[in-house]
């Protein structure tokens, strides 16, 4: 099961495509562990930690 891969820059996680819609990186892992999703960052204590302001699936590990 392919679950997409990771941004490198803000960990935002993408099935497919060569440019992160949230930060504009194209630097990208597919080694990465765990994720959250992100509904109303305003309102997420986990995305405030993570530095998150955009909705989304963010990995929360990566590797390599």
Known sequence: MNM?????QC???????D???V???TAFTTFWR?????ID???SDIAKK??????GKY???LSR
């Open 4 to 8: 997409g891969k990771a941004c490198r």
């Open 11 to 17: 960990r935002y996680v993408l099935e497919s495509g």
């Open 19 to 21: 440019k992160c819609p």
């Open 23 to 25: 930060c504009g990186s």
């Open 34 to 38: 765990g994720y959250v999703i992100i």
């Open 41 to 43: 960052p305003e309102k």
């Open 50 to 55: 993570m530095g998150i302001t955009s909705r």
């Open 59 to 61: 990995a929360l590990r």
